[in-house]
């Protein structure tokens, strides 16, 4: 089986800081994603890649970057963190050899100081 | 859009009785849903998932059917634990605007009692 590693696991920056987060995965999966988890509002899609040096805007990219170097990475970048957010960032691939399933790391917890 | 609409963000329950967590969606598109568990501090896991309609599918004790003519994916159990303590979420496969999509709803947080 594959596993999602995303890097860091906790993360602390301060007002305007750029922060970049990194994901990798070793399913050799095509698709992958970035969503924010707020309490409360579910997940909501940031950026997604179909492919290598392919990006994707989702609802909210608005203040995000991101980068598909490689089939294996996904990073995405903070581009200017906004005081007192706090959210857990969660990265997947998805499987369509396996009804469309997504398959998630455990995420990146964000608090900005 | 597409949507999908979680009613209840918390459930708490004792140990040992049923459940059930709603989940109704809107779609101008054949539905594909599924249903998401994360323990506290993991990833989220699929649980469920289905397109057929009216044929019940269950996993780990857990069990939905997707009923087409109400556009819901409702999740059950019968006897709940303590380790089914967990986020759940549903979700609607959508693939509007050319791209494929996973919506989720808002999340149930579902705690269990001893």
């Known amino acids: 089986g594959g596993i999602i590693t995303q890097t860091p696991k906790f993360l602390i920056g301060q007002e305007g800081q750029k922060l970049t987060l990194k994901c990798q995965q070793n399913?050799?999966?095509?698709?992958m994603y970035w969503y924010r988890q707020d309490s409360g509002k579910g997940l909501r899609l940031i950026y997604y890649?179909?492919?290598?040096?392919?990006?994707q805007k989702g609802d909210l990219s608005e203040g995000y970057d991101a980068s598909r170097e490689k089939k294996s990475s996904f990073s995405l970048t903070v581009t200017s963190a906004q005081k007192n957010e706090m959210a857990v960032f969660l990265c997947?691939?998805?499987?369509?050899?396996?009804?469309?399933?997504?398959?998630f790391g455990s995420g990146t917890r964000l608090t900005v100081l | 859009g597409d949507s999908v609409t979680q009613t209840e963000g918390l459930v708490t329950l004792t140990k040992g009785l049923p459940v059930m967590l709603n989940c109704t969606y809107q779609?101008?598109?054949?539905?594909?849903l599924f249903w998401y568990v994360q323990h506290l501090n993991e990833a989220p896991k699929l649980l469920l998932k289905?397109?057929?309609?009216?044929k019940r599918t269950e996993h780990q004790g857990f069990y939905a059917t997707l009923h087409k003519s109400s556009s819901s994916f409702h999740l059950q159990k019968s006897s709940v634990q303590l380790s089914d303590s967990a986020l759940y979420f549903c979700?609607?496969?959508?693939?509007?605007?050319?791209?494929?999509?996973?919506?989720f709803g808002s999340g149930t947080q579902l705690t269990v009692m001893p």
């Open positions: 997947a691939s998805r499987d369509r050899s396996s009804a469309e399933t997504l398959y």
């Open positions: 399913f050799n999966h095509d698709t």
């Open positions: 890649s179909i492919t290598e040096n392919d990006l």
């Open positions: 779609t101008t598109y054949s539905p594909f």
């Open positions: 289905s397109s057929t309609d009216n």
């Open positions: 979700a609607l496969s959508a693939a509007s605007s050319g791209s494929w999509q996973l919506i």
